[in-house]
């Protein structure tokens, strides 16, 4: 075990620690603030650490202790309620784990009751998400108020709402939702949907049905969290395949392109298996395009990581973020997946338009990528950068193995995981009482790699005191002024700010306290653009 994975264990177990001597001394806020930061360390930093039943048994107590003992109205209609942490897009859009809560609420939109958001991070600017969707309306939890206060509202919401099931899609760290079910007066049937099977997460007690997205998750539950009651209920897409003009890129008609779609960090690594990937295609096949679809393009960051990029510019085109996607996969002949790390979305959404997909397989932490969406004699998988090079190569050249490939995968789509065939997974696994799921590929070994995990996913050191600081001051606290000042003398002595600008701009914080920032948010977007220069730059 090396120095910085020691340090980060003690951090979690301080915390931890922290959290039970405050819950017995009856001080709950305190107890919630120290849990999730617990979770959050264990959750970014990954500690092999998969599940705290100690940490959810004090949430569960501190349910207990707000239990209203009221009598729900009892309904002859199924009601289901949905609670998220987050939900991003305000203008519709939406990503990652957001994007399948919509498909659901499409699938199970006429027994909806209300949507429930907690905000469970503190911050200088929440998005609100105010729309209703697929016409359930949608309520936000004040994310500024103390944890207590907001358990307290979601609790009253869930017993008038008296829904017969929960469907939790929330975050990892998230104590609010789960303290709120652990004090209901009711008993509705308590379905979680694993959208972070890859990391540590708070509420593994509380749950009637796990939901897993791919077997790999199912399987690491039952290996890592002790969970057998999963079930699997894919991700789908909506998207429909269309062609697209490549002069509309700058691109010869008779030119073949791949594309590939990601967050940039999925590509950042050290030894950049993914710009090595394509320098040697483009180096290899003059006629050949790539398209490279991201969040954000800063070229010198490419030029930095990908030495040859000046040299293939006209031909590596690098673009995004894009909302609308269908049209780049219109434009490409094939999709190479990001590397060392891919998502499922994205693969599902190319085999619904048709597209052949080069698969990356990670061996050494297989969270990060997925065999599952994939039938299991796909031909064109691979964990090496050769055998990546060899498939592609084969799809630049082939046009009729390229056309073949595409119509293999779109069947196989429409097939398990198209809106149809999804729906009645979803329906059928809501509707049975059998909570067990036959694990596809049981056989493959859920061995992984903690020391390259840490190294390819967990964030920098993690800031204890500058997070305590952060709890204290951006939503309402029983931390005192005495505790915010040696927060903030902790961060100084252990170099937690990242310039002494940054230090000076917060050495104000500890005295002017939530007040004070609830008084800056008060002058709207120019309080919250004040805050933003103060605390982020």
Known sequence: MDNKLKKEINIYNSLKSNALSSFEDKKYEKTLDYIHLAAKIARQSYLGIW????????????GKELKEGSKPKKSHNKKVVFILSFLSGKDGTCFGHCQAFKHWTKMLGSTSKNIYITHCYTSYNSSLYTKNIEDIPVHNLSWYDSYLDRIKDLINCLNNDAPDEIILFINPDDVIAI???????????????????????????????????RDEGARWSKNYRNIDNSQIVPLTTEIKPQKASKKEWGIIEDSVVSISIG???????????????????????????????????????????????????????????????STIYGVGDFLIETIPMNGDTVRIEAMACKLPVVAYYNEKFPLVSSKYY??????????????????????????????????????????????????????????????????????????YDLEYTRNLLGKDEFELNKELLFQSIFKRSKFSLKDNIHFYSMSLKKAEFKSIKNAVSHSFLPFIGFTGISVGRKFGDRGISLLRELFVK
């Not at 079910?181 to 796990?210: E, M, Q, V």
């Not at 298996?273 to 960051?301: A, C, M, Q, R, S």
């Not at 050249?397 to 490939?405: C, F, G, S, V, Y």
């Open 51 to 62: 599940y705290d039943d100690e940490l959810e048994e004090l949430l569960i107590k501190i």
């Open 263 to 325: 967050s940039m960090r999925k590509v950042l690594t050290d030894d950049l298996p993914y710009f090595k990937l394509i320098g040697e295609l483009l180096e290899k096949f003059p006629n050949y395009y790539h398209i490279f679809i991201t969040n954000e393009v800063d070229e010198d960051l490419i030029m930095f990581y990908f030495k040859n990029y000046d040299k293939f510019k006209d031909r590596f085109i690098i673009a995004g973020p894009i909302a609308d996607l």
């Open 374 to 447: 994939l039938p299991s004699n796909y031909p064109f998988i691979g964990s090496k950068k050769d055998e990546l090079i060899n498939y592609c190569t084969e799809l630049i050249k082939d046009p009729e193995l390229r056309n073949k490939t595409g119509n293999l995968l779109y069947e196989y789509y429409l097939d398990k995981f198209s809106i149809e065939s999804v729906n009645k997974t979803l329906k059928k696994v809501l509707s049975s009482n059998d909570n067990t799921v036959s694990i596809e590929n049981s056989k493959t070994s859920c061995d």
């Open 179 to 213: 303290t709120a079910i652990s004090a209901l007066d009711i008993n509705p049937k308590i379905i979680f949907f694993n959208h972070a099977d890859h990391t540590f997460w708070l509420g593994r007690t509380i749950i009637d049905t796990l939901i897993e997205f």
